[in-house]
C-alpha cells in the first residue's frame, strides 16, 4: 500500500510538472550547426527550432525564429516589398568554440552558442542590439515573444498612431485596427498597426507580423522590453542607421514608398458628415470663393450612394452628377467619395450577386456570407479583398462615378468597422487567406491595393487620391 501511494505520489508529480511546463514561455536552447544558401544563414537549435538570419543589406538583416523547425508561412509578407536592398557579397560564418560570428561592411552579428543569444554591434564595436540574457526568443503554445536587452538611457519612437508620449518607454501597446472615435489620451489599440519601432541606440525594429502584437517597453522590467506574436510566422528587420533619418530611410526601402497624390490632394480639403447632396456641394463651393478662403477639395459622405455599396447616386439627392462636378472643377474644386468595404443585404441583387461568387467573407460557423452588423445600410456583407477575383468587380462599380468626373475615394470604415478588440465574433470570419485574426490588421491595406491598382488600371496617366 505505501508503494502504491508512493507511485500515484510521483505520477501526480509528473503530471504536474509536465502541466506547468505546457502553460509556461519556454525559451529557445543551444544553438548546434548552421547551413548557408546566398543571404541566408540557418541556425540549428539542440531542440528542434531553428534561427534564420537574411542579409538584407549590410544594415539590415530579417531575423525569423520558429519552434517548430520549418520555416514555412502560410502567405508571403503583406508588408515588405524589396528585400535585396544592395549586393553584400558571399556570406560567411566563423565558428568559434563558443560563438558564431557574421561579418558585414557595418555589422558584427554574434550568436552565442549556450544558450543561444543574439546580439548585434555596429562595426566599431559597440553593442547595439542583443537578447537578454536566454530570453531572446520563448514560446508558449503558437505564441511567440522576444525580450531584448533595456538600457537605463534608451528610447524608442514609433508604432504610427498612437496616443501618449513621442517617447514609448515606459508604456506597452497593443496592434489590432480599432474604430475608436473621440478617443482618450490613455486608449490603445486605435485605428492603424504600425509594428515599426526606432531605438536611441542607433536600430529601428519592424515586426512582420499580422497578427494582435504586443510591444511592452519597459512597463514589465527595468532590463528587458519585449514584443511578441500570438500565432504566425515571428519574423522581424534589424535595421542599423547612424540616425533616425537613415533607419527610416531603410525601412521604406524595405516596405515601399507612399504613392505621390497629384497636386491638388495637398491642398485644403472641406469634409464633414453628412455632405450628401448636390445643392450642399455647390452651395459650399460657391461660399468658399465668395469669402476667399483657399480649398481645392470637397469630400462626399457616405449617403451619397444610393445602396451600399453599388457606386450610384442617391436618387433625389443628385439630379445631374455630371453636370455638378463640371460645375465644381470651374471653380478649381475636386470631390472626393466616401466608399466602405461592404455591401448591404437591402441591396439584394449586388449583395446576390457577390454571395454567389464568394466574394464576401465567410463565417467559419456556418461557410456561407458573414453576417456584419453595420451602422448604416442595416446588415451587409464583408469584401474580402483577399480573393484576387474581387479585385476587377470592385474596380469596375468605383469607376462609375469617377467616369462622372470625381477625382478619387476615402476609403472608410476600413478596419473593418465595427471590429474593435472587444467583438471577439469577427474572429469567426474567413478570408480566402486566412482567419481573421490573421488578416483584421491588413484588411485596409488589401481594400486600399484593390482601390489603387484597379484605379491606375482604368485611369491610364492619372494619379489617385
Known sequence: ??????????????????????????????????????????FNCSDGAKLELYFCSSSVVRIWYDVSGTLQRKNSSFAVVHEQLEDIGEIKVNNEPATFEIFTGKLRVRLNKNPMQLLIYDKWQKLVFSDYKSLGHSTSGTKTVAHKVLRPDEQFFGLGEKTGPLNRRGRSYKMWNSDKPCYSSQEDPLYKSIPFFM?????GIFLDNTYKTAFDFGTSSTESYSFGAPDGPFIYYFIYGKDYKEI???????????????????????????????????????????????????????????????????????????????KLNEKGFK???????????????QWQEAHQKGYFVKDRRTGTSYDMP????????????????????????????????????????????????????????????????????????????????QFDKRNPNKRIC
Open 1 to 42: 500500500m505505501h508503494k502504491l501511494k508512493s507511485f500515484y505520489l510521483m505520477l501526480f508529480c509528473l503530471i504536474s510538472i509536465v502541466h506547468g511546463a505546457a502553460g509556461q514561455m519556454m525559451k529557445a536552447t543551444q544553438c548546434q550547426d548552421y547551413q548557408i544558401e546566398g543571404r541566408k544563414v540557418t
Open 374 to 453: 453595420w451602422p448604416w445600410g442595416g446588415n451587409c456583407g464583408v469584401v474580402d479583398f483577399t480573393n484576387p477575383s474581387v479585385a476587377d468587380w470592385w474596380g469596375q462599380l468605383q469607376q462609375k462615378p469617377l467616369a462622372d468626373g470625381v477625382s478619387g475615394f476615402w476609403t472608410d470604415m476600413g478596419e473593418p468597422a465595427w471590429s474593435n478588440e472587444e467583438d471577439v465574433d469577427r474572429l469567426h470570419m474567413q478570408h480566402q487567406l486566412g482567419m481573421h485574426a490573421e488578416i483584421h490588421n491588413v484588411y485596409g491595406l488589401t481594400w486600399d491595393k484593390v482601390v489603387k491598382e
Open 248 to 326: 527610416q530611410q531603410q525601412y521604406i526601402a524595405l516596405t515601399g514608398k507612399p504613392i505621390m497624390p497629384p497636386r491638388w490632394a495637398f491642398g485644403f480639403a472641406q469634409s464633414r458628415g453628412l455632405y450628401t447632396r448636390e445643392d450642399q456641394a455647390l452651395e459650399i463651393a460657391s461660399e468658399f470663393r465668395k469669402r476667399e478662403i483657399p480649398c481645392d477639395i470637397i469630400y462626399q459622405d457616405i449617403g451619397w450612394t444610393q445602396e451600399l455599396q453599388d457606386f450610384n447616386w442617391r436618387k433625389g439627392n443628385y439630379k445631374d452628377p455630371k453636370g455638378m462636378l463640371k
Open 199 to 203: 531605438s536611441s541606440y542607433h536600430y
Open 335 to 349: 470631390m472626393i467619395l466616401s466608399q466602405d468595404p461592404v455591401v448591404s443585404q437591402s441591396n439584394k441583387s
